[in-house]
Structure formats: structure tokens, C-alpha cells
């Protein structure tokens, strides 16, 4: 063992080979502000070094001295300890204050306060709480235990904070900080490097290079800065943001927040309720499992709730928002979004732009809002709504209900019985199959029933109502309408206005209501009530009434002199010839008015083809001459 023993004050103490040669062990007694070099001359060399520390300041400067288990510290350390080392692993432990490894070489005592660590080394702290710096070259540190600070410094290095509250910093080069036991706080330097925060509440911040920085276990704040990033949060709830380029951000498993800030960012939930927010950039959110929450921010962004009910907000930008599994809630907002409600009850709101909406499986609700927008129920029973702009609305399977809202929309059932109300604009209902109710509001609208027994309404303005097949209810509403039955025993009521109404094939009800209307009842019997003012009875064929009883049409308010019955295109020329029942001469072409019937005898045969019966309140009134048209 040799002894060295500098006496208080301030000492500088230097051996250069003095006898000291492959001693055991160096002990160092130190009590002031001491300054102490071994070896640089000689091939002196000592198992280790021991400093037994009872006060001040004190610099080791061990020089080229060759050691076997490096540097040990012991006493009463008050104050700070800075020990330089050349070439060998300095395994530091003490008790209490901070420690310094400095540059090797000769150096004045000032140079011996001042200047940092260089060479690539291996480094151990203590179970304290150290201060260690690196300086030049590619270091390997351990903190151990302790709240220690760990200035890595340039170069490649390695730095493991241990357990204790830890600050790890980074300056330069590629390399690794891993944050261990403790709530650490972890900041990278300028090139690409790795960041783990190990277990509890880490803080970590990337730096300017392509970094990976992972949370591990606990409550993290991490975030990317500069460079194209990979954050990964982790179990714990996670607060993640990514930074100036475009980055790759998971949440992991807990209820995170992640922001990716500007550029392209990939944004990845995980499990947990997550809250996602793309900021700048082309982003794609993807919400994972629990129920999420996502904005896309400014930016053309593709947006996935995946499991659990989730809530997707396209915010500005072109989007694409996906709500998956579950009963989701999509907003796409500004610019022309495309929202896909898939499985669940969703909520679906375009917003503003032209928006496509397609609800998919469950029953869902489809808000169109402004600008000109195509929704798709799809299957289940659906509620959509166009609102403002010229909208293409189709319910798909399920009994659904559509409304257009303003502008001129084209509103489809599609299968299912459906309600459609057209509303503001001339719009377009289609039924399709099943019995449904089609209102067409304000604007000249045109209705198709489709098959099943349908309730068509025009509304205001002149529409045009078609029944189809089925047994259905045609009213025009207000307005000159033209409304057609269709196959089926239809009942069709004119309204106000100057309504033309055909029957079609089926006994048919026709009711012209207020208004001159024009009246057709179509092949079978059917039943013809002209309303208030004068009203046309039109005729076109042999087949529109028959002659047995149950078998012909029927007016039911016929007003001679107001009224008239119109035969159009029977023949080139029809003539009265008498009102006499038989008063047929056997010539084509002839008409008998007698006891309430209109008969016509087309194929000159001398018996009737057709009868007309027409009544007033129930009772028979015959026709004059004066209230037939003959063209």
C-alpha cells in the first residue's frame, strides 16, 4: 500500500514513477483543494486507487498509470471530486455530492476544473446521485442507482440512467439513452438516436435526427422535434407529439394523447380511449381498440376508429374517416370528405363540401349539411338527411328515412318501406320496393312509388306522381299535378289546381278535386269524380269501360253543361244518333245518351261497346250532345 497524504490547503501533489510500481493499491488522504498526478513518467502501475476524502476539492489525474479495478472513494464527501483517467475504466463509488471524470494529458490545475471528459470509456456511477459527463468519443454510462445527470456529450455513445430520477442528455452522434427505474428525463441530440424511458413517468424530447423513442412502462410525455420519428408510448396513459417531419406515433396500450404536428404523420391508438390529433400534413389516424377519439386536422387525412365506439373528426382538408366496430360518430368538416359508418348505430355529419356518406351495417344517421352530397344508408333502418345543396340520397335495405332538405335532390328507398320528403327544391322520390310514403314539399317534384302499395304526396308546385304497382294513394297537392296511378286499384286526388290524372291499369278512384281537371280512368272499372269546376272525362280506348254492370266507369258529379266527356282517338269520327237505348243503326262510330249511360257502338255491330255511366249525388244524369267532344 502506498500512502499519499496531501495536508489541508490548497496542494498539487505529482508522482512520476517515484518507487510506486505495481503496488497493490494507492491510498489518497485529501483534505482541502488538492491536485494529484500519478505516473506519465516511469511504467508505474497499482491494482487501484483509494481516496479517503474528508473536505474540499480534489483533482486525480492518474495519468498513464495502469489500473487493475480502477478508482474507489470513500469518507465524508462534501464537496465536488473531479478525476481524470487515460485509458482505463474508471469505476467510481463514494458517498453524497457530485462526480467529474475530466481529459487526460498534462494539465494545469485550472485545466483540471475546466475541461471534459474525451476519451471513448466505460463509466459507473454510484448509488448516489452523480453528475457524469462525456466529452469526445463513444462513451458506455451507467448511472446505477440515484437521481443522477448523465451529459453523454458527442460521439456514439450508450448511457443507462439506472434507478433514481434521471436526467440524460445527448449532444451528438448516434446513440442510446435508456432511462431504466425512476421517473427519468431523456433529451437527444442532433443525429438519429434511441430513446427508452423504462419503467414510471418519463419525459423524453428527439432531437433534430430520425429517432426511436419508446416509453416503456408509466405515465410518459414523449416527443419527436425535428426529424422523422418512431414514438411508441408504451403501457400507461401516454401524452406523445411527433414534430417538424412526418412521424410514426403509437400509443400502445392506456388512454394517450398523440399529436403529430406538421408534415405526414402515422398515428396508431392502440388499446385504451386514445385521443389522436394529425395537426398538419396528409395524416392516417388509426384509434385501435377503446373507444377513440380522432382529429384529422388541416390536410387530406385518413381516419380508422377500428374497435370501439369512437368519435372521428375529419377537421380541414379532403378526408376519409372510418368508423369500424361499434357506434361511431363521424364529422368529416370542412372540404369533400367520403365517411364510412361500417358496423354499429353511426352518426355520420358531411359537414361542409360535397361528402359522400355511406352508413354500412346497423342502423345509422346520415346528415349531409352543406354543398351537394351522395349518402348511402345502406342495410338497417336509416335516417338521412341532405340538408343544404343538391344531394343524392338512397336508404338501401331497412325501412329508412329520407330528407333533402334545400336544393333540388334525388331522394331513392331502395328496398324496405321507406319515408322520403323531398322539402325545399324540385326533387326526385323513388320508392322502390316496399310500401312506401314519398312527400314531396315545396318545388315541382316528380314521385315514383315503385312496387308495393304506396302514399305518394306532391306538395306544392307541379309534380308529377307515378304509383307503379301496387294498390297506391296519389295527391297531387297544391298545383297543376300529373299524377298516374299505375298497375293496381289506385286512388288518385288531384288537389288544388288543374290536375291530370290517369288511373291506369286496375279500378281506380279518381278525384280531381278543386280546380278544371283532366280525368282518365284507364282499363277496368273505375270511378271518376271530377271535384268543383269543369272537368274533363277523357276516353282513349275500348277497354277503359265496360258494359255490365261492375264492369264500367262510373262519374259520380257529372254537371251537364259544365262538364264534358272526351273521346279522343277512339275513332276518326263518332255521331250521335239518338237517346233511345237500341237507337243503334248498325254504322261504327255512333253514340247513345239515355237513362245515365253513354253507350258507343265502335264496331257498327248495333250493340254497345262501351258504357259510360254518369251520375250526379247518385242519381242518373244523361248527358247532353252540348257535353260530349268528339276529337
Known amino acids: 500500500m502506498a500512502l499519499v497524504n496531501p495536508t489541508n490547503g490548497t496542494d498539487a501533489i505529482f508522482y512520476y514513477g517515484l518507487g510506486i510500481h505495481d503496488a497493490p493499491a494507492i491510498s489518497i488522504l485529501a483534505d482541502g483543494v488538492d491536485v494529484t498526478t500519478l505516473g506519465s513518467a516511469g511504467a508505474t502501475s497499482a491494482t487501484e486507487i483509494r481516496l479517503n476524502y474528508a473536505g474540499g476539492t480534489s483533482v486525480i489525474h492518474t495519468g498513464t498509470f495502469s489500473l487493475v479495478n480502477g478508482l474507489v472513494l470513500a469518507g465524508s464527501i462534501t464537496d465536488d471530486i473531479r478525476i481524470t483517467s487515460t485509458g482505463v475504466d474508471a469505476t467510481i463509488t463514494g458517498v453524497n455530492r457530485e462526480f467529474w471524470l475530466l481529459e487526460s494529458g498534462a494539465l494545469t490545475e485550472t485545466q483540471f476544473f475546466s475541461n471534459l471528459f474525451q476519451f471513448a470509456d466505460v463509466v459507473n456511477g ?14 458506455i454510462i451507467f448511472g446505477n442507482d440515484g437521481n443522477d445527470i448523465i451529459d453523454a456529450d458527442t460521439g456514439n455513445d450508450r448511457v443507462f440512467g439506472g434507478n433514481g430520477g434521471d436526467v440524460l442528455l445527448s449532444r451528438g452522434g448516434n446513440d442510446l439513452l435508456v432511462g431504466g427505474a425512476g421517473s427519468d428525463f431523456l433529451f437527444s441530440g442532433d443525429d438519429n438516436d434511441e430513446i427508452r424511458g423504462g419503467a414510471d413517468n418519463d419525459t423524453a424530447f428527439g432531437g433534430d435526427g430520425d429517432d426511436l423513442i419508446l416509453g416503456g412502462a408509466g ?35 392506456g388512454d394517450d394523447m398523440i399529436r403529430g404536428n406538421g408534415a405526414r404523420d402515422f398515428i396508431f391508438g392502440g388499446g385504451g380511449q386514445d385521443s ?8 392516417r389516424l388509426r384509434g385501435d381498440g377503446g373507444n377513440d377519439e380522432l382529429f384529422g386536422g388541416s390536410g387530406n387525412d385518413l381516419l380508422f376508429g377500428d374497435d370501439g365506439a369512437d368519435t372521428l373528426n375529419g377537421d380541414a382538408g379532403n378526408d376519409t374517416l372510418r368508423g369500424g366496430a361499434d357506434n361511431d360518430v363521424l364529422r368529416g368538416g370542412d372540404g369533400d370528405d367520403s365517411l364510412f359508418g361500417d358496423a354499429g348505430h353511426d352518426r355520420l355529419n358531411g359537414q361542409d363540401g360535397a361528402d359522400t356518406l355511406s352508413g354500412g351495417n346497423g342502423s345509422d344517421n346520415l346528415y349531409g349539411g352543406l354543398g351537394n352530397d351522395l349518402l348511402n344508408g345502406g342495410s338497417g333502418g336509416d335516417r338521412l338527411a341532405g340538408d343544404e345543396g343538391d344531394d343524392q340520397l338512397r336508404g338501401g335495405a331497412g325501412t329508412d328515412r329520407l330528407i333533402g332538405g334545400l336544393g333540388n335532390d334525388f331522394l331513392d328507398g331502395q328496398s324496405g318501406s321507406d319515408l322520403l320528403e323531398g322539402d325545399d327544391g324540385d326533387d326526385e322520390l323513388r320508392g322502390g320496393a316496399g310500401a312506401d310514403q314519398l312527400f314531396g314539399g315545396k318545388g315541382r317534384d316528380m314521385l315514383f312509388g315503385g312496387s308495393g302499395d304506396d302514399d305518394l304526396n306532391g306538395g ?21 299535378d300529373d299524377l298516374d296511378g ?33 280525368l282518365t280512368g284507364g282499363a277496368d272499372a273505375d270511378v271518376l269524380t271530377g271535384g268543383a269546376d269543369a272537368d274533363q272525362f277523357i276516353f282513349t280506348d275500348a277497354a277503359d269501360s265496360g258494359t255490365a254492370p ?22 276518326d269520327s263518332l255521331v250521335l244518333v239518338g237517346s233511345v237505348v237500341g237507337a243503334f243503326s248498325g254504322a261504327a262510330g255512333q253514340i247513345v245518351l239515355a237513362n245515365g249511360l253513354v253507350s258507343l257502338d265502335l264496331t257498327g255491330n248495333g250493340v254497345s261497346d262501351m258504357d259510360i255511366v ?5 242519381v242518373a244524369v244523361t248527358a247532353a250532345e252540348a257535353d260530349l267532344i268528339l276529337v
Open 126 to 139: 454510484s448509488a448516489f446521485d452523480d453528475d457524469i459527463a462525456g466529452h469526445g468519443g463513444n462513451d
Open 219 to 253: 405515465d410518459d410525455n414523449l416527443n419527436g422535434d425535428g426529424g422523422k420519428d418512431v414514438i411508441s408510448g408504451g403501457d400507461g396513459d401516454d401524452a406523445i407529439t411527433g414534430g417538424l417531419q412526418g412521424d410514426t406515433l403509437n400509443g400502445d396500450a
Open 276 to 283: 389522436l390529433r394529425g395537426d398538419g400534413g396528409n395524416d
Open 460 to 480: 306544392a308546385a307541379r309534380d308529377t306522381l307515378s304509383g307503379g304497382a301496387g294498390d297506391d294513394n296519389l295527391d297531387g297537392g297544391s298545383g297543376n
Open 486 to 518: 299505375g298497375g293496381g286499384n289506385d286512388s288518385l286526388g288531384g288537389g288544388l289546381g288543374s290536375d291530370s290524372l290517369f288511373g291506369g291499369v286496375g279500378s281506380d278512384s279518381l278525384n280531381g278535386g278543386a280546380g278544371g281537371d283532366f
Open 550 to 571: 261492375g264492369l264500367r266507369d262510373t262519374i259520380t258529379d257529372f254537371q251537364t253543361g259544365v262538364d264534358k266527356l272526351h273521346f279522343a282517338n277512339l275513332l
Open 614 to 618: 254518369t251520375e250526379l249525388s247518385n
